[in-house]
Nanobody, 116 residues
Framework: QVQLVESGGGLVQPGGSLRLSCAAS????????MRWYRQAPGKERELVAT????????SYASSMKGRFTISRDNAKNTVYLQMNSLKPEDTAIYYC?????????WGQGTQVTVSS
């Protein structure tokens, strides 16, 4: 019943911006932390950003801090990732994540490619 659907990925030039969205359903969205992860080719999955249930507190991996912003709209059951000053090393599949009870849930992922 829990569903997470990412969108907004695509091809962008270095230095460009992109905003990812994750539409959630099947759980009380406003009661849960949300996270963005990414996985680049040949690399392990890494945590990008976390946002608390009310959106008051956010945290970021050091390589993304200052360039990426996580936010949420609980009225729309959607979490966002605004990505600015994109670099080729940001190329990855980006995944939306939450933990309901003791179980993690993942979206299908959206591809972000940063290339000239």
């Amino acid at each position: 019943q829990v569903q997470l659907v990412e969108s907004g990925g695509g091809l962008v030039q270095p230095g460009g911006s992109l905003r990812l969205s994750c539409a959630a359903s099947g759980f009380t969205f406003s009661s849960y932390f949300m996270r963005w992860y990414r996985q680049a080719p040949g690399k392990e999955r890494e945590l990008v950003a976390t946002i608390t249930s009310a959106g008051v507190t956010t945290s970021y991996a050091s390589s993304m801090k200052g360039r990426f912003t996580i936010s949420r709209d609980n009225a729309k059951n959607t979490v966002y990732l605004q990505m600015n000053s994109l670099k080729p090393e940001d190329t990855a599949i980006y995944y939306c994540n939450t933990i309901v009870g003791v179980r993690p849930f993942w979206g299908q992922g959206t591809q972000v490619t940063v290339s000239s």
